[in-house]
């Protein structure tokens, strides 16, 4: 293997001496093979210092050769930046780096271990400390009852490492949440640790899998010492603009709209500022320290804790709020925190540089032409925004301008106004489900730009996604409704590109549960019929079918899902052919006529093209390029070339919606066959939302009522911007400007200052 160059993005003050961190790595054929992966290999730091690296190999290529790897090694951060690391074959250890380990119930090296029991953690560092879950709750309908934390000898528990090198290691806890003997609860615990870097990195998920809803008055982690007693207490909480010194006891708790801080019998409340947060709290008596962070304090979950002389309780639902909080069947939320045991005295480890670490992490990137080379992200255009400075405003300002939802269960999240409008949800508010595959647009964006903003937009609603949104019991994402859980499934809304993005990124074992689970829901509907040709396709649901169906593929590689992806595309090609087009009924002020829709005709496009990358199949090549004719003629445009939505009377206008994913599909046609014709079509629209303003006609369709009183109704033509839209615009302008860049249609334009 040749040596790779590695990005670590770090938006920090403080330096460490080392950080774990995991890279993402694409390879061409014949780079690594299985065997290589178990050979030595090392991360140079810019000084030439060689630390310790695992590969871990994802996906092969037909020859057996490693195509998706994870690399991991313990790297130091000097500060914040961008910083600049190589990956490298070596006959040496590269470094002094003591033994990891993993057992049936140790993890962790002579330093920093954790200890598995029955119903508790022990985490060995310079003293002991136990780890405990305590909660109140039960099913619906049923009075709350105490909640006891089961893993070894509970029902299906199990010990699972997914990660055992040199520099780290990772594993799985499963158990449950028992009332008595009955589970109520899914309980899993994610921990990470490292070999240099004294933190553990814990994700602990409660999952419904029962067929009710499960309501908990209160969720809390409990850390206490084996002997002695925490003396003082650091701690930071970013509504307060400063660190602050005290002893115990110490108490926050995030209200709605309001923090409430009790130290040392004084209270301060303070006003909630939604922004990027760094809430850690230290606590030491000389001798020993330990460190607490809680990532997204009161963005994502919220959160409240309390240093005792003797413990410190984290509440990921606190009893005083009291009102429980409802998990629906399939349901689940995923709390995050990090735990940092720092040496006594030693200074090159300081408190704010490990809590900052633990809530806003080093961000691993590789550079995209690495990537490009390996065949992976070679459709995403270069980030050149001082050349093409309209286009990369445009793609900011859909990257950051939509309405964010707060909270227990909508944290990254945004509503509808349309949806809620028109009644969706029965008076209450629809969400939007980050429709579009946000995630994946988020992670696009980052791979491109390396912004953090675009990184943690990424993290936040994947994980809503697998929370919230996937039920694990369906095996599939609920569409746009009240309350998440209440709508349906469909394979017109339903993606997996950004939960393949997130196994490829870093391997969670969650991710692959997520993927498998959706691609036994396809084929489940597949032989139910649900993509029946016959009298006519439902286009939305084959076009996103086929996305997805390649993006499961590509981690997966199952037979089934592949013979599903083919047999769709031929099927779809005889369709188009015999009707001169992908006309699909949908209701309009016209009537029922079918009628080609350049909206869901560019998802059978851009589905069409992924499938092709992944099996050549022939029919899938000429079903994008035949589809795609609709965009030249009134099939799916107006007369001045631009797409619209929806054909009729009453919505035949140019939309936007309808424009950028039509761009989208020229574009693949362009890599297809390298015409530049529709690179010609395609910059028509582009010129037409770049001089609209991209946010401006969102979704122009009527329906989107605002009432004010008895007698006084308003149309509002204009919505305020969401996750679904963004996604497909984005999807639009990633797809097309590369095409429109190599062809030099796209305008270049030079600012000087």
């Known amino acids: 293997m040749e040596s790779v160059e590695l990005l670590v993005e770090y938006v920090n003050a403080d330096p460490l001496p080392s950080w774990p961190v995991t890279w993402w790595l694409a390879l061409p054929p014949c780079s690594v093979g299985a065997s290589e992966a178990g050979e030595d290999h090392v991360v140079l730091t810019p000084d030439g210092i060689a630390r310790p690296a695992d590969l871990r190999i994802l996906a092969a290529h037909p020859d057996g050769s490693a195509r998706r790897v994870l690399v991991t090694a313990e790297v130091p951060l000097p500060g914040p930046g961008s910083h600049r690391f190589r990956l490298e074959r070596s006959g040496a250890a590269g470094g002094d780096c003591e033994a990891l380990e993993v057992g049936r119930e140790v993890v962790g090296h002579q330093k920093l271990a954790v200890s598995h029991r029955s119903d508790h953690l022990e985490i060995l560092a310079e003293t002991w400390h136990r780890l405990d879950l305590e909660s109140v709750g039960g099913a619906a309908g049923e009075p709350p009852t105490e909640l006891t934390w089961a893993f070894e000898g509970s029902s299906g528990a199990r010990f699972d490492p997914f990660l055992v090198g040199r520099a780290a290691v990772g594993v799985v806890l499963y158990g449950s949440l028992l009332a008595g003997d009955r589970s109520v609860l899914e309980a899993r615990l994610t921990l990470r640790l490292a070999c240099r870097t004294p933190v553990i990195l814990a994700d602990l998920l409660l999952l419904n899998t029962s067929p009710a809803p499960v309501l908990l008055q209160s969720v809390a982690l409990r850390l206490t010492r084996k002997e002695g007693a925490w003396e003082s207490v650091d701690y930071e909480v970013r509504q307060l603009p400063r660190l602050n010194h005290s002893k115990p006891p110490v108490r926050a708790q995030a209200g709605r709209l309001e923090l409430t801080v009790s130290d040392g019998g004084e209270q301060t409340h303070s006003g909630r500022l939604l922004n990027y947060n760094e809430t850690w709290l230290a606590v030491g008596d000389g001798a020993s ?316 496009v851009i589905g069409a093209w992924r499938c092709w990358r992944r099996t050549g199949l022939a029919a899938a090549r000429e079903l994008a390029v035949e589809a795609a004719e609709a965009f030249f003629d009134e099939r799916t445009c107006t007369p001045e070339g631009i797409a619209v939505y929806i054909g009729g009377p009453e919505q035949d206008f140019p939309m936007q919606q309808a424009a950028t994913l039509a761009m989208g599909a020229l574009g693949v046609c362009w890599h297809l066959t390298g015409d530049p014709r529709y690179v010609r079509r395609g910059m028509r629209m582009l010129e037409y939302c770049l001089d609209r303003g991209m946010i401006v006609d969102h979704m122009r369709i009527p329906g989107q009522f605002l009432e004010f009183g008895p007698d006084v109704v308003l149309d509002i033509p204009l919505l305020m911007p969401n996750s679904q839209l963004l996604g497909y615009q984005l999807r639009g302008m990633l797809l097309f400007m590369q095409a429109a860049m190599e062809t030099g249609m796209l305008r270049e334009i030079e600012y000087r200052f």
């Open 289 to 604: 320290r330990l460190l607490v962070a809680l990532p997204g304090f009161f963005e994502n979950y919220p959160y409240g804790f309390a240093v005792e002389p003797e413990e410190v309780r984290i509440d990921l639902w606190p009893a005083e709020w009291g009102q429980p909080w409802t998990l629906a069947p399939g349901a689940g939320k995923t709390h995050r925190l990090g735990l940092a045991f720092p040496p006594a005295g030693d200074d090159t480890w300081s408190d704010r540089a490990l809590g900052h670490a633990m809530c806003k992490p080093p961000m691993p990137r590789v550079p995209l032409h690495t990537l490009q080379a390996a065949g992976v992200g070679d459709e995403l255009p270069d980030y050149l925004p001082d050349r093409y400075p309209r286009c990369e405003t445009t793609l900011y300002d859909l990257v950051h301008n939509r309405n964010r939802g707060y909270g227990k269960m909508h944290w990254g999240d945004d509503i509808s106004l349309l949806y809620t409008n028109q009644l969706r949800g029965r008076g209450d508010v629809v969400w939007n489900n980050l429709e579009g595959d946000h995630p994946y647009h988020m992670w696009c964006q980052f791979v491109r730009t390396g912004r953090f903003d675009c990184h943690r937009e990424f993290l936040d609603t994947i994980l809503q996604w697998a929370d919230v949104d996937f039920c694990d019991r369906e095996g599939a994402l609920h569409f746009h409704s009240a309350q998440h859980w209440t709508g349906g499934f469909s394979p017109c809304h339903n993606w997996a590109e950004g939960f393949k993005e997130w196994y490829f990124a870093t391997g969670d074992p969650r991710a692959l549960e997520v993927l498998g689970k959706m691609a036994d829901w396809l084929v489940r509907r597949a032989e139910a019929g649900v993509f029946k040709m016959e009298p006519e396709p439902y286009v939305r649901g084959c076009g996103w079918g086929l996305i997805q169906l390649a993006a499961l593929d590509e981690v997966l590689g199952r037979a089934d899902l592949r013979g599903l992806m083919d047999d769709l595309a031929a099927r779809l090609l005889l369709h188009c052919r015999a009707h001169g087009g992908l006309p699909m009924t949908i209701p309009t002020g016209g009537g029922w006529v079918p009628r080609d829709n350049a909206f869901h005709t560019a998802t059978v």
